[in-house]
């Protein structure tokens, strides 16, 4: 079983839309989360940090269940340049480990 | 402007031969990263340094190796024991692993096997 198994999607949403989706992780030892982007081709970047009691960020807000293991990432009326691939990324001990992303496009 | 830079862009490689691929950072990060990344899947660990002159296996070594004789550079070489090195490879660094989680990362080196 993979660490972090994330939907790859894609997901194909209208301007203005709203978009959710999950992720998985299998260490319930973990105690770090976050989410990533990562444009084509380009390095991802820290999106934001998920904490226990979920937080929020302009149009996103991201949510952790630690009882079923899983986060969640919402994006909130959706822009062109939201277009990109969110890794999920988990901390479970030293090291993090990465989900394969999940597409998101955003269509005018 | 303080970050991460990585050399080349792009890498083109004929078989049996070793390359080396840069990592630069001016952060005064402790800590840095090799991850290679292959379409479909996550990121996957290299190398990791938390402090100079010291380096530890992630989860796929074999066929590379690194050296961290500054804080600033942490170069990777991709050998020709490496039977499928084609990738996008990933540096990253982060202040100190046992404080910070957060890693940031450069813009990456496309290696293409010929």
């Known amino acids: 079983r993979k660490e972090v198994e ?26 770090s989360f976050f989410w990533y982007r990562q444009d084509c081709r380009k390095e991802p970047k820290l999106l934001m940090s998920v ?12 949510q952790l269940n630690r009882a079923s293991q899983y986060i969640s ?27 394969a992303g999940t597409t998101v496009t955003v269509r005018a | ?18 390359v080396t691929l840069s990592c630069e950072q001016n952060l005064n990060h402790d800590a840095m990263y090799w991850y290679r990344q292959d379409p479909g899947q996550g990121l996957r ?40 090195p084609t990738a996008f490879y990933l540096c990253a660094s982060s202040i100190d692993p046992g404080t910070s989680d957060t890693q940031y990362f450069g813009p990456g080196t496309r290696l293409t096997v010929l």
């Open chain 1, 6 to 31: 994330q939907d790859p999607g894609p997901f194909n949403v209208p301007e203005g839309a709203t978009v959710a989706f999950n992720c998985t992780y299998s260490n319930s030892a973990s105690q």
């Open chain 1, 51 to 62: 904490y226990s009691s979920g937080n929020e960020d302009g149009r996103f807000t991201a």
């Open chain 1, 73 to 99: 990432l919402l994006i909130r009326d959706s822009k062109l340049s939201d277009s990109a691939t969110y890794l999920c990324v988990v901390k479970p001990d030293y090291k993090l480990s990465f989900g």
């Open chain 2, 1 to 18: 402007d303080g970050g991460i830079t990585q050399s080349p862009k792009y890498l083109f490689r004929k078989e049996g031969q070793n």
């Open chain 2, 45 to 84: 660990l290299i190398y990791y340094s938390q402090i100079v002159n010291d380096f530890q296996k992630g989860d796929i070594a074999e066929g590379y190796s690194v050296s961290r004789e500054k804080k600033e550079s942490f170069p990777l070489t991709v050998t020709s024991a490496q039977k499928n």
